[in-house]
């Protein structure tokens, strides 16, 4: 082999060689590439979720916030309209006839006082009334169980009585009477105004 033969061949073999370490270095990068751009688009995701949970965490607290706002409102409102209803009631009770107003007062007492006797709390207006009711109430009773009007200690608002026994005392006030049945009926009630 000549001089210029094996010199071609060295060359060829070097060019070979030369040649594998350049593919091998291309796919080395490509491989470094690949795996730094899958670390990329991994980290970029997982930033995504996080910042996509975080949206949605804080979407999800500002509508908790949203909605207990608007039902602490609803409430105030239902509250409102309650309390206009049973005032509203309280100044028709008010505003009824004497007798239509001596009537109500009437069943109230039976209900309060049954058979005992005692003594009735009441406004100064509404003496007049509870003097005929006790005229007619005390009439067919025994001195014992008659009931008389305390003029020592008149309520200060109108509206219903308080009932003072040897044992028991019963408020059958006009505030009392409405806010035991707003207790009772404001569930129903107050869906029902909430619906109108």
């Given at each position: 082999?000549?001089?210029?033969n094996?010199?071609k ?5 070097a060019r070979h060689e ?5 593919k ?15 670390a990329f688009?991994h ?8 910042a996509?949970?975080a949206a ?7 509508l908790?916030?949203a ?6 409102q ?6 409102a309209?309650?309390?206009?209803v049973?005032?509203?009631a309280?100044?028709?009770i008010?505003e009824?006839p004497?007798?239509k107003?001596?009537a109500?007062?009437a ?33 067919s ?6 009931v008389t009007?305390?003029?020592?200690a008149?309520?200060?608002k ?6 003072v ?9 006009l505030?009392?009477i409405l806010g035991?049945?707003?207790y009772?009926?404001?569930?129903e009630i107050?869906a ?5």
């Open positions: 082999m000549t001089f210029t094996i010199e061949s060295v060359l060829e073999a030369a040649e594998k370490i350049v091998a270095a291309e796919q080395a990068a490509r491989d470094r590439v690949a795996r730094e751009v899958d688009r980290e970029a995701e997982q930033g995504q979720q996080l996509v949970r949605e965490e804080s979407a999800a607290r500002q908790l916030q909605k207990g706002a608007q039902s602490k609803l409430l105030e409102k239902r509250n309209l309650l309390a206009g049973f005032e509203e309280g100044k028709r008010l009824l004497a007798d107003y001596e109500v007062m069943r109230r007492l039976t209900r309060t006082a049954g058979k005992d006797g005692g003594r009735l709390r009441v406004h100064p207006q509404d003496k007049p009334v509870f003097d005929k009711l006790l005229a007619a109430w005390n009439a009773r025994s001195a014992d169980s008659r009007i305390d003029d020592g008149p309520l200060e109108r509206g219903g009585f308080i009932f026994s040897k044992a028991y005392e019963v408020d059958q006030t505030d009392a035991d049945m707003e009772a009926l404001a569930p107050g029902e105004i909430l619906h109108e």
